[in-house]
C-alpha cells in the first residue's frame, strides 16, 4: 500500500469513529426497574442503589422496587432515588399482580432482578 492510499484508509477510519461517537452520545434513555424481594441489608442493596445512580447520572429513568419498609428503600429515599414500595417479599398471586400493576405503570425497557422470588414473579406478572 502507498502512503496516498494508507492516507485515504486512515482517514475513512477517523470519519468512522466520529460518526460512532455522535451515535453513542444520541442513545435514547432507557427505562430501567431494580427489583429486590429482599428486606435485609448489605452489599447487593448497596450495589443495586448505586448502579442505580450510575444508571440516573447517564440519563436513564430508574426506579428500585422492594418490598415496604425494607432497608434499600429507606436508603433509597435517604439518597432520593425514584422507588416503589410493592408486596414482592413471597411468591404468592398478591406479589404477582403488585408487579403485573408496576410493570403496566411503567413500562420498562430492563427489569434487572436480583433475587430468585422477584425473578420468578417477574417471569410470571409478564
Excluded: F
Aim: proline share 2%.
Amino acid at each position: 500500500m502507498d502512503c496516498t492510499a494508507a492516507l485515504r484508509v486512515s482517514a475513512i477510519e477517523r470519519e468512522h469513529r466520529r460518526a460512532v461517537k455522535k451515535t453513542a452520545l444520541k442513545r435514547t434513555p432507557l427505562r430501567i426497574a431494580h427489583t429486590e424481594a429482599s428486606v435485609g441489608w448489605g452489599g447487593q442493596e448497596i450495589r443495586i442503589l448505586e448502579e442505580a445512580q450510575g444508571m440516573i447520572a447517564r440519563g436513564h429513568a430508574v426506579e428500585i422496587w422492594a418490598v415496604a419498609g425494607s432497608g434499600i428503600l429507606w436508603e433509597a429515599a435517604r439518597r432520593a432515588l425514584p422507588h416503589r414500595a410493592l408486596s414482592i417479599g413471597r411468591k404468592n398471586l398478591s406479589g404477582i399482580l403488585a408487579m403485573r400493576r408496576a410493570l403496566a405503570s411503567v413500562r420498562p425497557d430492563i427489569i434487572n432482578t436480583h433475587s430468585s422470588t422477584d425473578a420468578w414473579l417477574v417471569a410470571l406478572a409478564r
